[in-house]
């Protein structure tokens, strides 16, 4: 049941980004709601379903986007799976270090679509590379907090 | 950290391949998600109109004041400008012109919006069972947009010009001087391959050359608003600024032909 009520809340938060989002945007960023949900079901549920949660997240985050390769897809699952392995070495149960795996994972993030673009010939002023690496985990941290009470509250048993 | 045994290795491995095969076939899956996003899409931006409605009210009130004079004032100068086109076109017969065809566009409504910060894409609400079909150019009543990216049955993806994956063949509306333009991902756009000695000026108008059959000639793109000389000094580029605001586009239209 708690792993139904995520995948909506999955679902809401993709359609969310792709809509009413575009809205409130800060020098043309806005906040990587899938990516808050993968980090928190990669925090939450068992190897496997943070996969599947993982996998699907990407998907849908690469559906709507520009890319011909599903980027989003890979770096979502490695985030998911290496998130899992290191919740095994480093307690990850107080706010102060959710925050910092979110802007950490946000940062990586960015930083390796950025190098996969350039790489793809892709060229972008280094001001807006500069200004997605820098803005963007800070955006993503400030929701995270209210996203992850929201869910706690939503699915409490998983958290 | 990671500790892995042979056997953990060898499902990993398996697990990564079927993920980078998935992720390599992701594109399978965009028309069948176009299609199922519309409708929740239309929905929120239902709502998120209502409650603006709502938020905004005195400024509405006033919008609409100003617009209904506007209003009646434009009415007068369509009567008047109906007139002198109904000359024209007498006119125009009588001197047997070939009157080039005007283009042909769908009208359609942006129902979402690329969800990353590295792809300038919107989706409309418009699809191939309205006779959209890849490659065909996007505009407004402003000006170039972008160009249609992917179709599905009730759904496209239009990929703005603001992306850097776009360029459009472009000139200088007043010294003819082409160039290409490129999105940057932000507000502005670079024409870049401009020689030495270019004819451009800021403020100068930019617009389709029509190379590329794609877009049409004419069609307005933007207005310089720097130029400057490239790192190697060989050339030179110039700031775009673009006609249509492309962070808050609504109403598009697809040229059909």
Redesign the interface.
């Known amino acids: 049941m708690k792993k139904l009520i995520f995948c909506m809340i999955l679902i809401a938060s993709?359609?969310?980004?792709?809509?009413?989002l575009?809205?409130f945007?800060l020098f043309?960023?806005?906040v990587?709601l899938?990516l808050i949900c993968m980090v928190i079901a990669a925090l939450s549920f068992p190897l496997k379903w943070s996969?599947f949660f993982c996998?699907f997240s990407?998907?849908?985050?690469?559906?709507?986007?520009?890319?011909?390769?599903?980027?989003?897809?890979?770096l979502f699952?490695l985030w998911g799976?290496l998130i899992t392995?290191?919740m095994r070495?480093i307690a990850i149960d107080n706010n102060m270090m959710r925050l910092l795996l979110i802007a950490v994972v946000t940062l990586l993030h960015?930083l390796l679509?950025?190098i996969i673009?350039m790489y793809c010939g892709?060229?972008?002023?280094f001001?807006?590379i500069l200004r997605?690496i820098i803005l963007?985990p800070i955006l993503t941290s400030i929701f995270f907090t209210p996203l992850f009470k929201f869910i706690k509250k939503a699915c409490p048993d998983s958290l | 950290?990671?500790n892995l045994k042979n056997k953990n290795l060898v499902l990993?491995l398996l697990?990564g391949l079927l993920?980078?095969f998935?992720?390599?076939s992701?594109?399978l899956?965009?028309n069948p998600?176009?299609n199922i996003?519309k409708i929740?899409?239309i929905a929120?931006?239902s709502v998120?109109r209502e409650l603006f409605g709502i938020i905004f009210y005195h400024h509405n009130y006033i919008q609409n004041e100003r617009l209904e004079n506007e209003k009646a004032f434009l009415r007068q100068k369509i009567n008047s400008l109906n007139e002198i086109y109904l000359e024209n076109l007498r006119l125009k017969k009588l001197l047997s012109y070939k009157q080039e065809s005007p283009f042909k566009v769908i009208p359609s409504k942006v129902?979402?919006?690329?969800?990353?910060?590295?792809?300038?894409?919107v989706?409309i609400d418009k699809g191939s069972s309205n006779g959209i079909i890849r490659g065909q150019a996007v505009i407004n009543n402003l000006g170039l947009i972008g160009r249609v990216?992917e179709t599905a049955a009730f759904a496209s993806?239009v990929?703005l010009i603001s992306?850097?994956?776009l360029s459009v063949s472009a000139i200088v509306q007043r010294s003819r001087q082409e160039g290409l333009i490129?999105g940057?991902?932000?507000?502005q756009l670079?024409m870049k391959y401009l020689p030495e000695d270019a004819d451009i000026k800021v403020q100068d108008k930019i617009i389709t050359s029509g190379m590329n059959q794609n877009y049409p000639k004419g069609i307005l793109i933007g207005s310089v608003v720097e130029v400057a000389y490239e790192f190697s000094g060989l050339g030179r580029y110039a700031i775009i600024r673009p006609a249509v605001n492309l962070?808050f586009v609504e109403d598009v239209f697809v040229i059909i032909r």
């Open positions: 993709g359609i969310i980004q792709i809509t009413l575009n809205y945007r043309t960023i806005k990587d899938l996969l996998l990407g998907i849908f985050k690469d559906a709507f986007s520009a890319n011909d390769f599903g980027i989003n897809t890979v699952c799976f392995k290191l070495k960015n679509t950025g673009l892709v060229v972008v002023p001001g807006v997605m963007s | 950290m990671l990993y697990v993920i980078l998935i992720a390599s992701v594109y899956l965009n998600l176009l996003s929740p899409s929120l931006n998120r129902i979402a919006r690329s969800p990353d910060n590295w792809s300038s894409v989706i990216m993806k990929m992306d850097p994956n490129t940057t991902l932000g507000t670079i962070s």
